[in-house]
């Protein structure tokens, strides 16, 4: 902001790497008085370099058609750019499908369905399900990317990457997790749930949290 080209600019942290991280007293000090001493003598050597202009292809990849995935690529579209969406899976959604309602008390279903929709109804999104990358190269503003889906392999030409590929609920090996249908995870319970099966009868429900997280991975 102040005109001095970014490549002659050296930071001494001696925050995180001093104050914080160490008693008050001299040897601090003279910790911090040598690391601005170390920056001063780098920034002196250091010299200015141009900046260089990249075209960059208006175009970008989705990794993932999960809800962050969907989302993110109608925010782009929504500017004009044209978006890739992949999803190894052969429906959109991700974990949103196993969900039947938000923490709001929102229906999740419903909320799934409009995203879907509006997905679909985008010009400026091409929607790939089960498919997977087979090859990615390029830099920074230009990539290629080899696509395989059941109609064959396509190549994707794009200036940007944005990885929304969800994550893999934990399954437990603790307090007898498959020893009986009494026990069940919670994305398993909004399954019993959203089909209203497996409920008949229950009066009390018990929820254990953090199951895998706070100790030993068993797994």
Known sequence: EAGVNPYRLEIANIREQCSWVHP??????????????SAVAKARLRYPMPEQALPVI???????????????????????????????????????????????????????????????????????????????????????????????????????????????????RQYAYGESDRIVTQLELGDMLLKDQGLEGIQEVVMIQCVGSRGEDLS
Request: aromatic share 6%; proline share 5%.
């Open 24 to 37: 008050a007293g001299p040897s601090t000090t003279n910790k911090a008085a040598s690391l601005v001493a």
């Open 58 to 172: 208006p175009r970008a990849l989705v990794l993932g058609g999960g809800l962050s995935g969907m989302i993110a690529a109608l925010g782009i579209a929504g500017q004009g750019f044209d978006c890739t969406l992949l999803e190894t899976a052969s429906y959109l959604g991700g974990n949103l499908t196993r969900i039947p309602f938000l923490f709001s008390g929102e229906d999740a279903q419903a909320l799934l369905a409009r995203t879907q929709q509006a997905v679909m109804d985008e010009d400026h999104i091409s929607v790939h399900t089960d498919a997977t990358i087979q090859e990615m190269t390029g830099y920074v503003g230009n990539f290629k990317t080899t696509v395989r889906t059941p109609t064959g392999e396509e190549t994707v030409h794009h200036g940007v990457t944005i990885v929304a590929t969800g994550g893999v609920p934990y399954q437990p």
